[in-house]
T-cell receptor
């Protein structure tokens, strides 16, 4: 069974450019979470979806960040325009409907904005 | 105050010893507690979860939960160099039981 899939694995871009990160959750999982991890702030929840609907985006740092989930098997996180302080590792995680609430993480996208 | 606190580390133990990782949380409504292991440059990997007071054992790993003290720990017996990683504690909160993570404890097992 495939795990959470993310692409690209690495992204290097220049300040001001648009960046799109992609995620495919585990089949059958109805929750999808986007996280950002930095040395300074650790692992932060940005936004999560339930059945493709955004539930809580209070962790999105600012309006430059947006996320969509057009169907159960695909989500995007977009940064426009990107800034050097957006450099981080972005993880996508998914969760099924079980009672234990465990989340499974994708391999992450390492974003570098120069 | 940070919602999930972990001993900052880094923690070094000799091979074969018991490594003890600790975590406290502030939300008394938290119901489930998780330990993730993260190797350098990799994504967090679920090791164990616990939601009842007491101990839960899985191989060399034991999770301990004390809800009255708002404390959860992870013991790693017979530590191996391959256990060297950062260990993240996470607790559920909110209506969707989303996770809040601690800042992690870096463990090094010395051969």
């Amino acid at each position: 069974d495939a795990g959470v899939i993310q692409s690209p694995r690495h992204e290097v871009t220049e300040m001001g450019q648009e960046v799109t990160l992609r995620c495919k959750p585990i089949s059958g999982h109805d929750y999808l979470f986007w996280y950002r991890q930095t040395m300074m702030r650790g692992l932060e929840l940005l936004i999560y979806f339930n059945n493709n609907v955004p539930i809580d985006d209070s962790g999105m740092p600012e309006d430059r960040f947006s996320a969509k989930m057009p169907n159960a098997s695909f989500s995007t996180l977009k940064i426009q325009p990107s800034e050097p302080r957006d450099s981080a590792v972005y993880f996508c995680a998914s969760r099924g409907a079980g009672i234990s609430y465990e989340q499974y993480f994708g391999p992450g996208t390492r974003l570098t904005v120069t | 105050q940070k919602e999930v606190e972990q001993n900052s580390g880094p923690l070094s133990v000799p091979e074969g010893a018991i490594a003890s990782l600790n975590c406290t949380y502030s939300d008394r409504g938290s119901q489930s507690f998780f330990w993730y292991r993260q190797y350098s440059g990799k994504s967090p990997e679920l090791i164990m979860f616990i939601y009842s007071n007491g101990d839960k054992e899985d191989g060399r790993f034991t999770a301990q939960l004390n809800k009255a003290s708002q404390y959860v720990s992870l013991l790693i017996r017979d530590s191996q160099p391959s256990d060297s990683a950062t260990y993240l504690c996470a607790v559920t909160h909110g209506s969707a039981r989303q996770l809040t993570f601690g800042s992690g404890t870096q463990l090094t097992v010395l051969p």
